[in-house]
């Protein structure tokens, strides 16, 4: 007795991912979890925060300028790192649009080969 199954069966070459789809992935999340750490540290650590002490002297003008330039780099490779997700994830579609070519060309040319039922072929 077979077997139920629940529809058809995907072929095992769409489903399984490549290994470059697998790095893609790894890298993904990987920058994912520093982003979401670096903006949690963004937004909750005191150094972040730019009040102005009550006596403003040169140094410390100095001291707030520089801390000022440091947070806005900090920012900045934040935003890059959340820009790279987008290229990322543009890879990782890629990958799948090319897979999946490949696949509907073999489909095709299996098709394409198959003799017609009662041909000469």
Request: proline share 7%.
């Amino acid at each position: 007795m077979m077997p139920a199954t629940h529809g058809p069966r995907r072929p095992p070459t769409l489903t399984a991912l490549t290994p470059r789809q697998r790095r893609l992935r790894i890298i993904t999340i990987a920058v994912l979890a520093v982003v979401t750490v670096l903006v949690a540290v963004g937004l909750l650590h005191p150094f972040f925060d730019l009040q102005a002490p009550a006596e403003v002297t040169p140094e410390v003008r100095r001291a707030l300028a520089v801390r000022g330039i440091v947070i806005l780099f900090y920012w900045t490779v934040c935003m890059l790192l959340g820009l790279s997700l987008a290229v990322l994830a543009w890879l990782d579609i890629r990958e799948i649009q090319r897979r999946l070519r490949d696949h509907r060309l073999a489909l095709l040319k299996s098709l394409t080969e198959r003799t017609p039922e009662g041909g000469d072929r």
